[in-house]
């Protein structure tokens, strides 16, 4: 019975997941002549290599970014007796699930030459010349961390509120002050949390397109842009096989580390 | 510092991240609503021009009726298949039940770039491209995993005596099943085939790379910025916001009640 429960969805996958990584991994070591096969010749290409680095730079500093900024909002949630807790959480799946496109489109208005943006600082006199943020780096961050903070602090409350508030108290009730309890207790024991939400914000970050082609124009490509400009201009496919493969190889490290680092409970919470 | 200003501090620093999350999202609202060719803010006048475009315009309202069927082709194959394979995962012990619980939540993990161009260059040896088929079929291995996580989670968190008891009662597999696991599985299944509507519905990257001609709404709007801006996209990003919102509020509602049930179902037991 179980087998042929599953069975339907072994075929899917086989045909429209596992056969096209097949497909990936032979057409990029089908190379560039001789021994060189797809993977180490783009790691001998200077723009790849670049872009790599960008990708994970980007990568890193948005994850950050959500971190920080996502951290105490958890907190505020977490804090939240538990009939509230969902109200609160509602204002933060709201926009976590509507569309990356729409989402993304609404940015380019607001920080377009004639956006919202530029329309206040004009107004507020703090410029008298329309600024330039689109296509930049701070255009593609704040994209990026508009569609990526709700997972941070959807995993974060989830470890909050499972921890025991008792040991904060007790801290206190010691004598901690309250930066000490929080610094040396509550903080520790949402370790977990931190991890498991950095390290999911950093492999979903890994594989953004849509935003960076829309905000961060074609100074700021990464990866997923670079393998979208392979085969739809170049009509190179080797080197779109070879640069998907190091992007799937970058995040399969990453998640190997997550799960090393984080026990599984805590991981799939909020993960969208 | 003392506590009453901390959770002060807190409070704020919330309203204000939840500004920055929805702002953009309650900006596009009076920009769909605009007169002007332009879209510039505050409008000038009000009007319902763009709308009138999306739902007129043949080359718009094809793309939100074609995004709609696959859609809510994409939901049904991945209900059926998502349930089914979270009961052999999670009740028959399938052997490497974990292992076929991570080929089934890969898609959300793995970039949608690099499952695009493996199904694109497979496809176009096949000849599979521009079919609706594909597409659908597409779009359904990564909508399918939204269904396995929430059935499956709700699966475990059912109580299987209830099922057990039905067995020894008289019923059947297949009547104890339709008589007591799947009506107690409703909300999750209902969430799910939101999830994976929504899945379906938004994806950009798959549909780019496998569709060809058929433009699907995300497409169309996709194509549109790339040429000029239409205020016609503020008017379709729009409608994509609210039914995002409605389908929120239904998988919501759906888990809620099915959490009140539990409840319930755990306070009478």
Not at chain 1, 214 to 227: E, F, K, M
Not at chain 1, 250 to 263: E, F, K, Y
Not at chain 2, 197 to 223: K, Q
Request: glycine fraction near 6%.
């Amino acid at each position: 019975m179980a087998p042929l429960l599953a069975a339907p969805l072994l075929l899917l996958f086989a045909i429209f997941f596992v056969v096209p990584f097949v497909e990936i991994m032979r057409i990029s070591f089908a190379g560039k002549g001789g021994a060189w096969t797809g993977v180490t010749w783009l790691m001998s290409s200077p723009v790849f290599v670049l872009v790599f680095l960008n990708t994970l730079k980007l990568a890193l500093s948005v994850t950050l970014i959500c971190l920080v900024l996502g951290y105490p909002a958890a907190c505020f949630i977490a804090g939240q007796p538990a009939s509230r807790r969902g109200i609160y959480l509602a204002l933060v799946l709201l926009p976590f699930w509507t569309s990356v496109l729409v989402r993304t489109y609404t940015w380019s208005l607001v920080l377009g030459r004639e956006g919202l943006l530029n329309a206040s600082l004009i107004w507020l006199g703090i410029t008298s010349e329309p600024q330039r943020f689109m296509f930049t780096p701070l255009a593609v961050h704040l994209g990026m961390v508009q569609i990526l903070l709700p997972v941070a602090i959807l995993t974060l409350v989830g470890v909050m509120t499972e921890l025991d508030a008792g040991l904060v108290r007790a801290a206190r009730v010691l004598g901690a002050s309250p930066w000490r309890a929080f610094w040396h207790v509550y903080l520790p024991m949402t370790k977990p949390g931190i991890v498991a939400a950095a390290m999911l914000l950093f492999i979903l970050s890994l594989g953004f397109y849509i935003t960076p082609a829309l905000l961060g124009g074609p100074r700021h490509r990464t990866i997923a842009n670079l393998i979208d400009l392979q085969v739809n201009q170049m009509n190179d496919w080797t080197a779109a096989s070879a640069m998907a493969l190091v992007l799937l190889a970058t995040t399969i490290a990453a998640v190997a580390l997550l799960r090393w680092l984080v026990p599984e409970r805590n991981l799939y919470g909020g993960a969208r | 510092m003392s506590p009453r200003i901390v959770r002060i501090a807190l409070g704020v620093w919330f309203c204000a991240i939840v500004f920055f999350l929805l702002f953009p999202l309650v900006f596009l609202i009076p920009l769909s609503f605009n007169e002007s060719e332009i879209l510039s803010f505050p409008p000038t006048a009000w009007s319902l021009r763009w709308y009138r475009v999306l739902f007129t315009d043949a080359s718009w309202s094809g793309a939100l009726w074609l995004s709609v069927k696959i859609g809510v082709l994409v939901t049904i194959l991945s209900v059926a298949i998502g349930t089914a394979s979270a009961l052999a995962i999670v009740r028959h012990r399938l052997p490497g039940a974990g292992l076929l619980y991570g080929l089934a939540i890969a898609p959300l993990i793995v970039p949608g770039i690099v499952i695009a161009l493996g199904m694109f260059m497979l496809f176009a040896r096949l000849k599979w491209l521009e079919s609706l088929t594909t597409l659908v079929l597409a779009h359904t291995v990564v909508a399918v995993p939204y269904v396995i996580v929430v059935v499956s989670a709700a699966l475990r968190n059912l109580d299987e005596t209830i099922e057990r008891a039905a067995r020894v009662l008289g019923a059947g597999p297949w009547r104890s099943f339709m008589l007591v696991t799947l009506p107690a599985l409703r909300p999750a299944i209902l969430a799910g085939a939101m999830f994976a509507f929504f899945a379906s519905f938004d994806d950009l990257i798959i549909t780019l790379f496998v569709s060809g001609a058929i433009e699907t709404l995300p497409l169309r709007i996709w194509n549109d910025l790339n040429l000029r801006l239409d205020p016609t996209v503020a008017a379709a990003a729009c409608v994509m916001v609210a039914m995002s919102m409605i389908g929120l509020g239904i998988a919501e509602i759906a888990r809620s009640a099915g959490l009140r049930r539990l409840r319930t179902e755990q306070a009478d037991g």
